[in-house]
């Protein structure tokens, strides 16, 4: 353009700033260019719209120094330019500045929020963003159906009933209620609490369908153990016209694994590569395996392991070898391990478990070995974690941690059951006083 005589004006940059952001590896290669010529011509400070975009661009290709360094020089910048800094903080996971920046925001709309609360739903701090859903409504700004959708998603990996109860509310109450990517959200938060009833009453109140919304329901029953609702709906789906994909399948196969239903899960199985042409993911070959080892079908269960297209992840062999314990059958499980160390040669439940196998069975010198590997592998054993919701707050229990601000009383409540329990005659395993204290 520029070799023609013709020179680009704001839309043009805005244009090919935009395009690369959604490619980093043009970001790399052409952003600075464009960022070079956009320098010369004057648009990156007085063109609020390219500033921006410059910004975005750099967000988006991991080059967050470079986007917070524009930031800085700019002159005027408005809600958008804010929002989009902040959005890129919290996806490059800058949580601190993003926070910073955040409080020195001379407006905050709806969008602010919501990059906030999105983004640490997407970083796993679900805790925290349900933190900044209060806040925002004290605030006075009203959640859009994206938030909700973000405060939906924490509330269902965290299993926060009474918080998404309260997001139903609003729901109820606002003009979202409509939305079916909010009411699909409500199902899964629903399946996820274990309140599948409540699910199910969304689903039928829905006016509107579509496959997610069955698969929502049917990989909620599936979840909840509701065999034959799971099945039941999966055929009632195409019966009314939608086509099952990978994600429907992965909800019947479950139910199938869950109730010990081979020849069903297996016809599925088939029907789904031969009839609707779809290829199996490795959760698919994890519904099949973990369907043998449920039924006590180790060798085939083994034989699916061995002939899977892609390397078996550690959940996949987990299964297995959770299956060879109950089955006693140490032989089976020392060949999975085999598997295990080199697909997820750090992880301890399968190392733990292959040794609490040994022990249950006498071995001590090879429980003892397992443990000796560990050790020398730096791999330790993950302590385990509880969250239960008290009055609408979210707590974490980490088994031996005495972090949390309510540790000293708790650690007395303990004192006292295990005091009550000995005079009353039951006398608690020395293994689990060590673990409470």
Not at 18 to 33: D, L, Y
Not at 201 to 221: A, D, E, R, Y
Not at 267 to 288: A, Q, S, T, W
Not at 378 to 400: L, T
Request: hydrophobic share 40%; with cysteine.
């Amino acid at each position: 353009m520029r070799l023609a005589g013709v020179e680009p004006n704001h839309i043009t940059f805005v244009t090919l700033l935009s395009a690369c952001a959604e490619s980093p590896s043009h970001a790399r290669s052409f952003g600075a260019s464009i960022h070079a010529i956009a320098c010369k011509l004057g648009y990156h400070t007085n063109n609020v719209k390219v500033g921006t975009a410059i910004i975005d661009m750099y967000c988006k290709s991991n080059q967050i120094d470079l986007a917070r360094l524009c930031f800085d020089y700019m002159g005027f910048k408005n809600k958008v330019t804010w929002n989009t800094m902040v959005s890129g903080l919290m996806r490059n996971g800058e949580i601190g500045d993003a926070l910073q920046l955040f409080d020195e925001m001379p407006e905050r709309d709806v969008i602010s929020y919501t990059a906030l609360i999105d983004g640490f739903v997407k970083k796993g701090q679900f805790e925290h963003a349900l933190e900044w859903f209060p806040r925002m409504q004290i605030s006075g700004v009203e959640p859009d159906h994206v938030t909700i959708l973000s405060a939906l998603s924490a509330c269902a990996n965290l299993g926060a009933l009474r918080l998404g109860l309260w997001l139903h509310r609003l729901v109820l109450d606002g003009n979202v209620k409509d939305n079916i990517r909010v009411n699909n959200s409500l199902i899964d938060m629903y399946s996820r609490c274990g309140c599948i009833e409540l699910a199910l009453q969304v689903f039928h109140t829905m006016s509107k369908h579509n496959l997610v919304s069955w698969n929502s329901i049917i990989v909620g029953f599936a979840l909840n153990g509701s065999v034959e609702r799971t099945l039941n709906y999966f055929y009632q789906m195409q019966e009314d016209g939608f086509k099952p994909d990978g994600v429907t399948f992965t909800g019947a196969l479950t139910a199938c694994s869950h109730a010990g239903l081979v020849d069903e899960g297996k016809n599925l199985f088939d029907r789904m590569i031969k009839v609707y042409k779809i290829k199996p993911r490795i959760e698919h070959y994890g519904c099949l395996v973990d369907l043998y080892s449920r039924a006590g079908m180790l060798e085939e269960a083994l034989n699916v392991v061995t002939n899977m297209p892609m390397i078996p992840n550690e959940v996949v062999l987990g299964s297995v070898l959770a299956a060879c314990k109950e089955a006693n059958d140490v032989q089976l499980a020392e060949k999975l391990m085999r598997f295990i160390s080199e697909v997820d040669p750090s992880g301890d439940s399968n190392y733990v478990l292959l040794s609490n196998m040994y022990a249950a069975g006498g071995d001590w010198y090879k429980a003892s070995n397992v443990r000796r590997r560990m050790k020398r592998k730096g791999i330790e054993k993950n302590p385990g974690v509880s969250c239960i919701e008290i009055n609408g707050v979210v707590e974490q229990f980490v088994a031996g941690d005495r972090s949390h601000i309510e540790s000293e009383g708790i650690y007395a409540m303990l004192e006292m059951l295990s005091s009550e329990l000995m005079i009353s005659g039951n006398v608690l395993d020395a293994n689990v006083r060590t673990s409470w204290f």
